[in-house]
């Protein structure tokens, strides 16, 4: 299809004008204005088609009734004068779509195939220009041309590439939208208006990414200059799985990654202000998104449809959760709304099909109707907040914690027990008074939490307060807290990591035992004691740091710690308890930086009387232990590797040698190592260092 092919559909156009201007004869026959109707009313409803299937509506409208207005069938009658004012007006009418039809020389190649080279004369690319041409695989843009309309290209799904020239200073909204095939859109380095990087347009300056081709896949990173990702600039990427968007950003603008399908998480940075409307919207892919407290404003319908969000964090510096923001995430299964939030808007979590909880932290917000519509959530809010019912937006509510006042602060005693949400935010204060205590078994058996995050404010975490919660993975326990009890977080499977702070002089016994994924642990320089089963069962533990103030190790405080393949025991430790390493079987090495502690407790009065009962520290393992020279309490005698196969003969040997300390390993061995050893490393040699075997 050619311009001139163009010219040929403005015929109908052209004999409508010039019968129009013809009526103005009043001489003319009744026969005339007959036929006047019946070819206006064929035109402008010609026109009114090709209007509509071209998506321009407002002509489509007023060509529509124009038709009607000069229909034959039912005829409208005015008078003469009349109909000369509506002739003219219709002139006019019909000159203004032929001119936007026709402008800039180059409209609606819808049919198109193959490439094509703009002609030289041309200087603008008009609205629509090459609109669904499905076919077109290449085009040439001239050095004439200096504008390219909205919606250009749109639909070319054929087209793979494009260059713009040093000659364009205006691109056009939405102008490469729907080319599906498109990688690159490379700008001559010679224009002064826009830039490429990469395949990706952005303004001269490269402080705007304006555009990302739709045919883009993989990882992207986002240059460090851009402040601002522009409207609809990743929309419908659906094959861009990951972008980075770097700290220099402050705004994401209007559809920025609408229908990114494949996009599966974006970690938006502290510089960000506000999401511009639909900015995520049918990112069906995207799993958990954290929005930074630097975030004033999130559009309308931001994060809508995106049906894999099963986690997101709405910051403290919200105030409104608008229209549709949240609609149809039907994976989204709890939320916690900030007391920054004054209202929540029609829609915002319609159709969230899994909502089953709702946290609230502060009073109860202004809430539109239908707000959650279409979810069976319940409503938890915090004691000591205002504005709450038995019902909000018609979803039942309740309070989510038990309290009591005690010294001046509060203990948080309990849970509701339906509670089933994920994250868990004690706050600072309720009821006007600091929380300073998590009470016993408080939180016992929440098996729904993955996280909690406990308040500086409290300084104390009693007995099992979370024991047997099944899914909790983190925790944070703030500087202020002195001691933990019993069996505070014992037989949490979840649990990976746990920072114990400086501020803890006290860990209860068996605080963390049965927690089977916990692989690391630092314990704080604080902390003195070492108590019995405090890390007991937990099979994936493989590192250790006791700090140098310690001075005992309680009876299994390391208990079936499967993982642990090595540990320096401190100078500062005086005793180890009874299978304090009992069946860690992959320890390989320990070493002691001071004198002997006390290991095993002759109670009896004849040693042989306490088996088979008697203490054994490092039982069922296969550890060497090292010694620094300078220390005592070493037996000198076993400078070479004894095996004891039997308690009988352990008790004979410890029957000849009653001063000597001893540590007691089924089926293997016990071994102290010459006095010239100072580390445990992995060279061999005279030196004194020692093979770790």
């Not at 220390?631 to 590797?641: A, H, R």
Request: glycine share 8%; aromatic share 10%.
């Amino acid at each position: 299809m050619t311009p001139a092919y163009n010219r040929v559909r403005l015929i109908p156009q052209i004999i409508a004008v010039l019968m129009l201007l013809w009526a103005l004869n009043p001489e003319n026959p009744y026969g005339y204005y007959l036929l006047l109707r019946i070819v206006l009313c064929g035109v402008c409803t010609f026109l009114a088609y090709r209007a509509l299937k071209r998506g321009n509506d407002t002509w489509a409208w007023v060509l529509g009734g124009t038709a009607v207005l000069y229909n034959p069938i039912m005829p409208v009658h005015l008078t003469r004068e009349t109909w000369s004012m509506v002739n003219i007006a219709t002139v006019v009418m019909l000159v203004a779509t032929g001119i936007d039809f026709r402008k800039a020389l180059l409209k609606s190649l819808s049919g198109f195939s193959g490439a094509y080279t703009v002609p030289d004369s041309v200087t603008a690319i008009g609205d629509r220009a090459f609109v669904k041409c499905r076919h077109l695989t290449s085009v040439t843009i001239p050095d004439s041309v200096t504008s390219i309309g909205t919606w250009a290209f749109y639909g070319c799904s054929s087209l793979t590439s494009v260059t713009i020239p040093a000659s364009v200073t205006s691109i056009g909204e939405l102008a490469f939208s729907g080319c599906t095939a498109l990688t690159s859109i490379n700008v001559h380095h010679d224009n002064k208006k826009y830039a490429s990087v990469g395949g990706v347009l952005f303004n001269k300056e490269c402080t705007v990414l304006i555009h990302c081709p739709m045919g883009f896949s993989g990882v992207y990173n986002i240059p460090d200059s851009v402040h601002s990702i522009g409207d609809r600039a990743f929309s419908e990427c659906t094959s861009l799985a990951t972008v980075t968007i770097p700290a220099s950003v402050t705004s994401i603008g209007t559809w920025a990654f609408y229908g990114c399908s494949s996009l599966t998480s974006v970690t938006i940075p502290a510089s960000v202000t506000s999401i511009g409307e639909l900015a995520f919207s049918g990112c069906t892919s995207l799993a958990t998104v954290t929005i930074p407290t630097s975030v004033t404003s999130i559009g309308e319908g931001a994060f809508r449809r995106c049906t894999s969000l099963a986690t997101v964090t709405i910051p403290a510096s919200v105030t409104s959760i608008c229209t549709w923001t949240f609609s149809g995430c039907t994976s989204l299964t709890f939320v916690t709304i900030p007391a920054s939030v004054r209202s929540i808007n029609e829609y915002a979590f319609y159709d969230c099909s899994s909502l089953t909880t709702v946290l609230f932290l502060g009073d109860a917000p202004f809430v539109f109707p239908a707000a959650f519509s279409g979810t069976r959530a319940s409503i938890y809010y915090l004691p000591g907040t205002s504005g709450w019912g038995a019902a909000y937006d018609s979803l039942p509510a309740k309070p989510l914690l038990k309290y009591v006042q005690e010294n001046g602060g509060i203990k948080i005693t309990g849970i509701d027990p339906s509670f089933e949400g994920k994250y868990l935010h004690i706050p600072h204060s309720l009821a006007g008074h600091n929380i300073t205590a998590i009470g016993d078994s408080a939180f016992r058996n929440s098996r729904s939490i993955v996280a909690v995050t406990i308040p500086n404010s409290v300084t104390a975490i009693g007995e099992h307060a979370f024991s047997f919660c099944a899914g909790l993975t983190s925790i944070t326990i703030p500087n202020g807290v002195t001691s933990i009890g019993d069996g505070a977080f014992s037989v949490c499977p979840s649990l990976t990591c746990v920072t114990i702070p400086d501020s803890v002089t006290s860990i209860g016994k068996s605080a963390f035992s049965i927690c089977s994924s916990l692989v690391s642990v630092t314990i704080p320089t604080s902390v003195t004691n070492i108590s019995a089963h405090v890390f007991a069962w937990c099979r994936s533990l493989a590192t250790v740091t006791i700090p140098d103030r310690v001075t005992s190790i309680g009876d299994g405080a390391f208990f079936l710690c499967t993982s642990l393949a090595t540990i320096t025991i401190p100078a500062s430790v005086t005793s180890i308890g009874d299978n304090a390493f009992f069946g860690c079987s992959a320890l390989a090495s320990i070493l002691f930086t001071g004198d002997a502690p006390t290991i095993c407790s002759n109670d009896a009065d004849d040693i042989r009387d306490a088996f088979p009962k008697f203490p054994k520290a490092f039982f069922n393992t296969c550890a060497k232990i090292y010694c620094r020279p300078g220390t005592s309490g070493w037996n000198p005698k076993l400078k070479e590797k004894m095996t004891f196969r039997s308690d009988d003969e352990f008790a004979a040997y410890v029957d000849k040698h009653p001063d000597e300390t001893f540590c007691w390993m089924e089926g293997e061995h016990f071994e102290i190592v010459p006095s010239e050893v100072t580390s445990t490393t992995e060279e061999c040699g005279e030196t004194g260092k020692i093979c770790v075997e």
